[in-house]
């Protein structure tokens, strides 16, 4: 699982790169902070399992910027709709994106 977090993460982040300039301080910030967020609490839950109480705050924090991140894709979805009135070239999420969050 941390490997999925992370390597979408990643995608997020090299996608995020093409996000319009408008929304570098508020779109772009969010969501690569949330994705980042989900793998890095997987990786603390893991060094917690001794622990079970940590391991699964950890795990549920996880599950909480997992949550988050979709939010923040399914903005960037409706900023790309828009923005392809004007660029059609964009696509910068991908449904993709959307269903490995929800999952």
């Given at each position: 699982m941390y490997r999925l977090a992370f390597k979408l993460a990643m995608e997020i982040f090299h996608e995020s790169k093409r996000f319009p300039r408008e929304e570098k301080f508020s779109l772009t910030d969010q969501i690569r902070r949330a994705s980042r967020s989900v793998a890095t609490n997987i990786g603390e839950g893991y060094r917690k399992k001794r622990y079970p109480k940590m391991f699964v705050s950890k795990m549920?924090?996880?599950?909480?910027?997992?949550?988050?991140?979709?939010v923040w894709l399914?903005?960037?979805?409706?900023?790309?709709?828009?923005?392809?009135?004007?660029?059609?070239n964009s696509g910068w999420v991908t449904k993709k994106s959307v269903v490995c969050w929800a999952a």
């Open positions: 549920a924090d996880a599950d909480r910027e997992g949550t988050e991140t979709q399914e903005f960037a979805e409706v900023v790309d709709t828009s923005q392809k009135s004007v660029n059609r």
